[in-house]
C-alpha cells in the first residue's frame, strides 16, 4: 500500500515540479487601476497532456471565457484538442469574472447587488484579467519564448479580438468562433438574424415552416375567447398563469432561433422539431409538446425564465447574472424581428431596452462608452487600420452570423466561413463521422496558427540572433580597448 502511495507520489513530482495543476484559482485584484484593491478567486484550468515543455517554446492556446458556461476539459473544444496535438501546445482556460466559480464577495446575489462591486463588470477590467493570469503563468512556467494564441466563443471571441488589438505584445493572433462582432456597433443588419432562422427551416421542411409562420395568429387567437388566457397557460403547462399571448410566442421564438442557432448535419435540431410539430393534427398542442419536450428538463410545470439564447426573444434576464449586466451596459444586442419572417415581429426599441435596463439595475454605465473605446463603431476600419493575425470563424448556418465578419478584411485578418456549419461548429467536440467540410475548414485554421507561430519563431530568432551578434561585438570591442590601453 506504502510502495503504491510512494509510486503515485513519484509519478505525480514531474508535474509538480513544473507548477502545474489542471485547475486553480489565481488572485485577481476587482479593480485593475486600483493597487489596493479587493480580490476574488479566478478560476483557471491547464491541460498540459501535450505540451512539448518551455524549453522547446512550444505555443500556449488561452481559451478567454465569456459569460456562458466553461468546458468540463478544455479539449472538450475540438479545435483546441487538434491545436494542443498539432503544435505540442498547452492548453489553458481563463472563466470570466462574475460567472461560474470567479465571483467576488462569495456569491453572485452579493456581488451584483452592490453597485460598487458590480461597477467592476466591465470588458475592460475582463480584458486585463486574461492579461494578468498570462503574463503571470509566462514567469511561472519559464515560458517566454512559447507564443500565446488567444481564442474564444462568441463574446469571448469577442474578447479575444480585443485583447489582440489591445496587447499585441501579449498574444500572437486571435481567433473569434461565431463572434457577433458587428452587433456591438450600431450599423446591425435590421431583420438578418430572423431571416436566417426562417431560411434554414425552409430548408429542410417547407411544410413545417408554413405552419410555424401561420402559428402566431392561431395562438392569438385564444386572446378572444373568454377564459383563453387560461386555457393557454393549461394546454403549455405553465408554472404561473399566463398576462399575455406574447410571452409563449417568445418561448417559441426562443426555441426556433436555438434550432437554427445549432443546426448542422450531425445534430439536425430543425429536423427532429418539425418532425414533432407535424405529428399532431392540433397545431396548439403539437406546438406545447415541442417546447415541453424541449425545454422542460424533467419539471412539473413549464417556467421558461431560464432558456438563454442571445436572439431578438430572449427571457428577461436574470438581475443576478453577469451577462444581463454586461449587455445592459457593454454588449448591447440591438437585433429585432421585421414583419417579414417566419418568426413573430420584434422591432428592437433602444428607449425601452434603456428603461428595462434602469428597472432592473438602477443606475447602469454609459450605454456603449467602452465598446466605443475599442473603435467597434468603426470596428472594421479599426481592424483593417491597426489589427493583424485575426481568424473569424462563423457557420453561415447561425442566424447570428450575421452579425460576424465574413469576409477576409486583410491577408492577415481571414474569415474562414462554412455554408453548412451552425454556431461554433469548429470547437465542437470531435467526432469519428464528422463531414469532410468540417475537417477541411478546421484544417484552414490550424494552417493559419501554423503561420502566425512560424514567424513568431522567425522573428524570435532573428532578435536573438541580433542579440548573440551585438554580445560578441561587445566582447570584442572590450579586448580590442583593453589590448590598446595596456
Ligand atoms: C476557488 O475558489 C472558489 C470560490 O472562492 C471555491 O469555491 C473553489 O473551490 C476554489 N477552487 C479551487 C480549485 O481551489
Ligand atoms: C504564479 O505563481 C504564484 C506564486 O506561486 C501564484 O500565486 C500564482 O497564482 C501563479 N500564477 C498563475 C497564473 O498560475
Ligand atoms: C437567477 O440565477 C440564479 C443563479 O443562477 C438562480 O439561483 C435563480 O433561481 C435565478 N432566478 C430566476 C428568477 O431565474
Ligand atoms: C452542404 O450540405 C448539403 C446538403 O447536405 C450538401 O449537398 C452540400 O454539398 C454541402 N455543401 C458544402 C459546401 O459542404
Keep these: 500500500m506504502t510502495d503504491l502511495l510512494i509510486l503515485v507520489v513519484l509519478l505525480l513530482l514531474p508535474l509538480h515540479s513544473e507548477g502545474l495543476l489542471s485547475t486553480y484559482n489565481y488572485t485577481q485584484k476587482l479593480d485593475h487601476s486600483d493597487p489596493h484593491s479587493i480580490t476574488f478567486q479566478q478560476n483557471v484550468m491547464l491541460n498540459d497532456n501535450q505540451w512539448a515543455g518551455a524549453k522547446s517554446g512550444a505555443p500556449i492556446f488561452v481559451l478567454v471565457g465569456g459569460v456562458k458556461d466553461g ?174 399571448t406574447w410571452e409563449v410566442k417568445k418561448w417559441l421564438a426562443q426555441l426556433f432561433s436555438e434550432a437554427a442557432q445549432s443546426e448542422d448535419p450531425t445534430n439536425m435540431a430543425i429536423t427532429f422539431i418539425c418532425s414533432q410539430i407535424s405529428t399532431t393534427k392540433n397545431l396548439i398542442k403539437a406546438l406545447a409538446a415541442t417546447l415541453h419536450n424541449e425545454l422542460n428538463d424533467g419539471r412539473k410545470c413549464s417556467d421558461y425564465i431560464l432558456v438563454q439564447v442571445d436572439s431578438p426573444f430572449e427571457p428577461d434576464s436574470n438581475y443576478t447574472t453577469a451577462s444581463a449586466w454586461l449587455r445592459c451596459n457593454e454588449l448591447i444586442f440591438p437585433v429585432g424581428c421585421e414583419h417579414d419572417t417566419m418568426l413573430p415581429a420584434k422591432p428592437f426599441h433602444m428607449a425601452q431596452f434603456t428603461r428595462s435596463c434602469h428597472k432592473r439595475f438602477g443606475e447602469v454605465l454609459q450605454p456603449s462608452s467602452h465598446i466605443n473605446f475599442y473603435g467597434n463603431y468603426n470596428m472594421v476600419e479599426a481592424l483593417i487600420k491597426f489589427g493583424g493575425n485575426i481568424i473569424f470563424s462563423n457557420g453561415l448556418k447561425d442566424p447570428s452570423s450575421n452579425g460576424g465578419i465574413l469576409k477576409d478584411l486583410s491577408e492577415t485578418i481571414v474569415a474562414i466561413t462554412t455554408i453548412n456549419g451552425s454556431q461554433y461548429w469548429d470547437m465542437k467536440q470531435l467526432k469519428y463521422d464528422d463531414p469532410e467540410w468540417l475537417k477541411n475548414k478546421r484544417d484552414e485554421e490550424l494552417e493559419v496558427f501554423k503561420q502566425w507561430i512560424k514567424q513568431y519563431q522567425h522573428n524570435n530568432n532573428k532578435s536573438s540572433l541580433v542579440a548573440c551578434c551585438l554580445f560578441i561585438c561587445f566582447v570584442l570591442e572590450f579586448l580590442v580597448f583593453y589590448i590598446l590601453c595596456m
Design 71 to 244: 468546458p468540463e476539459t478544455i479539449d472538450d473544444y475540438g479545435l483546441l484538442k487538434l491545436c494542443a496535438i498539432k503544435f505540442q501546445a498547452l492548453l489553458v482556460y481563463i472563466e470570466h469574472r462574475f460567472h461560474g466559480e470567479s465571483i467576488p464577495l462569495g456569491s453572485i446575489e452579493s456581488a451584483m447587488s452592490d453597485y460598487r462591486v458590480r461597477k467592476f463588470l466591465t470588458t475592460e477590467q475582463a480584458l486585463k484579467d486574461s492579461v494578468t493570469i498570462i503574463q503571470s503563468l509566462k514567469v511561472n512556467l519559464s515560458a517566454h519564448n512559447s507564443p500565446i494564441i488567444v481564442v474564444g466563443i462568441g463574446y469571448g471571441g469577442a474578447l479575444a479580438v480585443w485583447l489582440r488589438l489591445r496587447y499585441p505584445e501579449i498574444a500572437i493572433g486571435a481567433l473569434a468562433s461565431s463572434t457577433q462582432l458587428l452587433y456591438y456597433g450600431k450599423n446591425t443588419p435590421g431583420n438578418g438574424y430572423c431571416t436566417t432562422v426562417s431560411n434554414d427551416f425552409k430548408a429542410v421542411d417547407p411544410i413545417c415552416y408554413e405552419t410555424i409562420r401561420r402559428s402566431w395568429k392561431a395562438i392569438d387567437n385564444y386572446k378572444v375567447y373568454l377564459n383563453g388566457l387560461a386555457r393557454l397557460s393549461q394546454i403549455f403547462n405553465t408554472c404561473r398563469p399566463l398576462q399575455s
